[in-house]
């Protein structure tokens, strides 16, 4: 977050909901990706999903959310 942005209550409250959400989604998608029930997540050769995953280490490729998604 901008540190201008954290002086602002409102702001920072929000951004601080917005955060908790995200890493929300993150959890769901490592569930999923542990669930053997679930088809396309498990076996050999299948990788875990990790795309839209909001939080990443650095050096890690294709995760994060894009700036744009094509449909």
Avoid: C, H, Q
């Avoid at 993150?26 to 997540?41: A, P, Q, V």
Wanted: aromatic content about 10%; hydrophobic content about 35%; proline content about 7%.
């Amino acid at each position: 977050m901008e540190p201008a942005w954290g002086e602002d209550p409102e702001i920072k409250v929000a951004f601080e909901e917005f955060r908790g959400r995200l890493m929300e989604l993150e959890g769901t998608i490592n569930e999923r990706n542990g669930d053997i029930n679930l088809k396309n997540r498990n076996g050999a050769g299948v990788v875990p999903y990790n795309l839209l995953k909001p939080f990443w280490k650095d050096g890690d490729k294709e995760k994060g959310v894009p700036y744009s998604i094509s449909i």
